[in-house]
C-alpha cells in the first residue's frame, strides 16, 4: 500500500514558477514510478511528466517539454513537480500516481495503481 500526498499548489500569475512536492508512504518507494497527472473542471485527466524509479528517465507531455521538470528523492521518499513559465492554461488540481513498477513510464491514468488527493494550481493575473 502507498499513500500519496501533495502539497505546493497555489495562486501564481503567467509567467511565474511553482514547485509542487509528493510526498509517499512505503518502505520500497524506488520500486514505484511516479508521474504527474492535472484536470481541469469538465475535462479528462491528463499526463503530466513520469519518472522512474532510480529517477534516471523522464518523460513528459508535449504542452509541459521544457517548462516543468520532475525529479525525485528517494531517501526522502519524495516527488516533485517544478513549474515555470506557468500559462494560464496550466490551470488545474494535479495529482502524484504511483504504479507497482519502476522503469516503464505510461502515460494512462490506468497504468497507475495509487493516487493522492490533488492539489490546485491556478494561473491568473
Known amino acids: 500500500q502507498v499513500q500519496l500526498v501533495e502539497s505546493g499548489g497555489g495562486l501564481v500569475q503567467p509567467g511565474g514558477s511553482l514547485r509542487l512536492s509528493c510526498a509517499a508512504s512505503?518502505?520500497?518507494?524506488?520500486?514505484?514510478?511516479m508521474s504527474w497527472f492535472r484536470q481541469a473542471p469538465g475535462k479528462e485527466r491528463e499526463f503530466v511528466a513520469a519518472?522512474?524509479?532510480?529517477?534516471?528517465?523522464?518523460y513528459y507531455a508535449d504542452s509541459v517539454k521544457g517548462r516543468f521538470t520532475i525529479s525525485r528523492d528517494n531517501a526522502k521518499n519524495t516527488v516533485y513537480l517544478q513549474m515555470n513559465t506557468l500559462k494560464p492554461e496550466d490551470t488545474a488540481g494535479y495529482y502524484c500516481?504511483?504504479?507497482?513498477?519502476?522503469?516503464?513510464?505510461?502515460?494512462?491514468?490506468?497504468?497507475?495503481?495509487?493516487w493522492g488527493q490533488g492539489t490546485q494550481v491556478t494561473v491568473s493575473s
Open positions: 500516481a504511483a504504479r507497482v513498477g519502476n522503469v516503464y513510464l505510461p502515460t494512462t491514468p490506468r497504468s497507475y495503481l495509487y
Open positions: 512505503g518502505r520500497t518507494f524506488s520500486n514505484n514510478a
Open positions: 519518472i522512474s524509479g532510480g529517477g534516471g528517465s523522464t
